[in-house]
Every structure is written in structure tokens, then in C-alpha cells.
């Protein structure tokens, strides 16, 4: 198995993310430059934290035409995992693997703080070793986190049970105190129809070690990294 | 010739920014002010070849494709000669 990190001219969280996989995950994860056009070999991407272009335009907005985002498209046609985090999650809904956008943050600040999460989906290859409504503490960092969409694409994540994380309080209920940002339903996360793909505003990847006071975000990085080792260990048998 | 672009957010969607621009616009005194909406401007310089019609065609792409975000935005273009 072999985790990549897409490095984007004005990244800064793709050392976070690699250092999780690397020395608390323990898998192999290569960086990979933002002009590789060849995502062979890897089985998961992750488009990190950031401020890729300088958050020029829009966040996000100039990243999808990096070469490497057409290797992503084609790396997530064929099923395989995409993670999108803060600014992954912007890349991913500007690029259209995503549904909606990303605006300015409702009380116009950038905020930094462990937030409340709620877990909506724990069936996806994200979350399959959390329980469904399981709260999680995971920090956000971001100035545009609000998500939007429209009541059709609203409704479509709802059917499809596309809403993996929900801001919450510290038992779990869904409010607008809870909500930081403005995001509609207090989205946090969504993965497309497929379940291969997943963006999220919180780092998990920031709260993976007990010395930075959460664990929690390690679920998400073991769901993934298990779910990889299962199908890798069928397509082998499959192949005997 | 020179085409003009102009994006702006769709309505509906939420505008902090044109809402805190619009409250510091009120406690500087200024009345009968009922909104403010903040949008981005783009000026594209174009080289003589093209008419004014596949200049339109040309440039409303470029905002179709990444000057604006479908998703959240509407623009509007306009070309000078």
C-alpha cells in the first residue's frame, strides 16, 4: 500500500499529513509535486491543508488546473481514495469531484479551534471504523469553510447518505451554536455517490498524537489505511 | 480591445463581506442603503484578431472556466474596442 501527498505551491499541510502516515499510520507515502501527471502505484491521494496559490481567485480555484489534478480525476474515476482536507476539500469542490463550494466563513474570521464532530455516514472506506454518530474532536483552521449548495445537490447528499461529518456540541446534537462557520446543515464533510472520494474542512491529521490533546483523527486515517489493506489482500487472492 | 468581466455572487448566496462593507459604509453616516453585494472585476486585454463576437465567445469561456465558480457565481462580460 502507498499513501501520496500532492505537494501544491502554497501547501503547508502536506508535512502534517505526511508525518501521520508515515510515523503514526506507519505506511509508506510519498510527496508528490503538484506537476506529476502519474498517480500509478499509490492507492490513496491526499490533497492536503493550505493555501494552495495563495488562495488567489478563490480558495482552490487555481490548483485544479495544476497537472496533477487531471491524474487525480482519472486516479478517482478508477476508484481509488482521494482525501481532500481544508483546502483538499476546496481543490475537490472547485474541480467538480465534489459537490457545492466553499464561501467565506459567515462571521468573516479565520477560525482555529478543536470543533465537535459528529460522525453521519460510518459506512464509508473514511469512517468504517467509527460508529455512526460517534463524536469526534478535531481541529478546523480555515477563513472559507461555509459550505454551500443548492436545495437539489442538498437534497442529493441527503438521499445518498453523502454527509459524513455534521458540526456538533459536546453530546453530539446538531446546532447553529455548534456551527461555525455558516455551512449549510452544518456541513463539515461530504464524500461523492462513489464513497471513494471524501472532503472535510476539520485536520484530522492534526489530531492524531495525544500530545496535540486528540486522537480522534487517527479513525479516519486507520479506516482508510484498513479498508486499503482488505481489498489489497482480496484483489491478491482474487488474482491466485 | 479590451473585454470586461464581472462576477457576482449569485442571490441567495450568503455575502459576509458585502454585509460588513455595508455595515461600516452605515457607521461612517451614509443613508438609504439597503445593500451591498461584493463582487470581483476583471479587465482582459485581447489582441486585435478576433471580432467582437468571437471575442465575447472567447473571454465569457475564461469565466466560465475560471474566473467564476458556476456553483456560487453569475458574471457578465463586456467587450470594448
Known sequence: MKYGVIVFPGSNCDHDAYHVISKVVGQPVDFIWHKETNLNGYDAIILPGGFSYGDYLRAGALAKFSPVMKAVKKFAADGKFVLGICNGFQILCEAGLLPGALVRNKNLHFICKHVKLRVENANTPFTNEIKKGQVLSIPIAHAEGNYICDDKTFQELEKNNQIVFRYCNDVGEVTEEANPNGSRSNIAGICNKNRNILGMMPHPERACEDLLGSTDGLKIFSSLTKTIENQTGKNMSDGS | ?81
Open chain 2, 1 to 81: 480591445m479590451k473585454a470586461k468581466v464581472y462576477v457576482t455572487l449569485k442571490p441567495g448566496v450568503l455575502d459576509p463581506q458585502g454585509k460588513a462593507i455595508h455595515h461600516s459604509v452605515e457607521l461612517l453616516g451614509f443613508q438609504n442603503i439597503s445593500d451591498i453585494r461584493q463582487g470581483k472585476y476583471f479587465e482582459i486585454e485581447l489582441d486585435g484578431n478576433l471580432s467582437a463576437s468571437e471575442a465575447k465567445e472567447l473571454v465569457s469561456k475564461i469565466a466560465d472556466e475560471v474566473l467564476a465558480n458556476p456553483v456560487i457565481e453569475n458574471y457578465r462580460v463586456e467587450i470594448e474596442s
